[in-house]
């Protein structure tokens, strides 16, 4: 079992900035891949950035250049900077690990992200 801790999560005027984190504890394997999906109102959820282990990344289109996804491997930490914030941006933006098809994958709790215009 995994289990997923974010936060970081907020308030923020349009044009600002935050930082996620999604801190990973339990049955963690060295390959995995992290990453920070988001669900807005109404919407399906979304693929907003993920890091494999070995530091690779890989961004939607509509963040490139605005959010930074990173990771601490020795914390088993994945972190998320977002600048550049705009109302498109507001939703729960949840924490995910992928450890392959044996392992499988785990989702945090999710936290919220509302941008004001």
């Known amino acids: 079992q995994v289990q997923l801790v974010e936060s970081g999560g907020g308030l923020v005027q349009a044009g600002g900035s935050l930082r996620l984190s999604c801190a990973a504890s339990?049955?963690?394997?060295?390959?995995?891949?992290m990453g920070w999906y988001r669900q807005a109102p109404g919407k399906q959820r979304e693929l907003v950035a993920t890091?494999?282990?070995?530091?690779?990344?890989n961004y939607a289109t509509s963040v490139k250049g605005r959010f930074t996804i990173s990771r601490d491997n020795a914390k088993n930490t994945v972190y998320l900077q977002m600048s550049s914030l705009n109302p498109e941006d507001t939703a729960v933006y949840y924490c995910?690990?992928?450890?392959?098809?044996?392992?499988?994958?785990?989702w945090g709790q999710g936290t919220q992200v509302t941008v004001s215009s």
């Open positions: 995910n690990i992928n450890q392959g098809w044996r392992h499988g994958e785990s």
């Open positions: 339990g049955s963690i394997f060295s390959i995995n891949v």
């Open positions: 890091i494999n282990s070995g530091g690779s990344t």
